[in-house]
C-alpha cells in the first residue's frame, strides 16, 4: 500500500504565499497522475490541480489558476502545490491523491491551509 503524507499547511495572511508537499512512500510508487483537492468547511471535497506523473503536464480548477502551481519531483516520489495570492476562500484541508488510472484511490492525511483576512 501507498502512503500519502502532506506537509507545509498553515496560517497565512491573505495575499501570502504557501507551499504544500505530498511524499508517497510504500510499494514502489507508480502512478499515473496525482492530483490536489481541498475540503472547506461544510462544503465538498474539490479538485484544485492535477499533473501526469508522466509528462508532466498539468489542469487547474478555474478558481486557482494563475495563482497556484502544481509541480512534481519524480526521484522524491513528491508532488507539490505552490500556492500565491492566497484568498480567506482557499482556507480549506488540502488533501493529496494518487491516480493508477481513471480515478484516485490513495489518499493523504490532510493539511490546514488557513488564510486570514
Known amino acids: 500500500q501507498v502512503q500519502l503524507v502532506e506537509s507545509g499547511g498553515g496560517l497565512v495572511q491573505a495575499g501570502g504565499s504557501l507551499r504544500l508537499s505530498c511524499a508517497a512512500s510504500g510499494r514502489t510508487f507508480r502512478c499515473s497522475a496525482m492530483g490536489w483537492f481541498r475540503q472547506a468547511p461544510g462544503k465538498e471535497r474539490e479538485f484544485v490541480a492535477t499533473i501526469n506523473w508522466s509528462s508532466g503536464s498539468t489542469y487547474y480548477a478555474d478558481s486557482v489558476k494563475g495563482r497556484f502551481t502544481i509541480s512534481r519531483d519524480k526521484a522524491k516520489n513528491t508532488v507539490y502545490l505552490q500556492m500565491n495570492s492566497l484568498k480567506p476562500e482557499d482556507t480549506a484541508v488540502y488533501y493529496c491523491?494518487?491516480?493508477?488510472?481513471?480515478?484516485?484511490?490513495?489518499w493523504g492525511q490532510g493539511t490546514q491551509v488557513t488564510v486570514s483576512s
Open positions: 491523491s494518487a491516480s493508477y488510472g481513471s480515478s484516485y484511490t490513495d
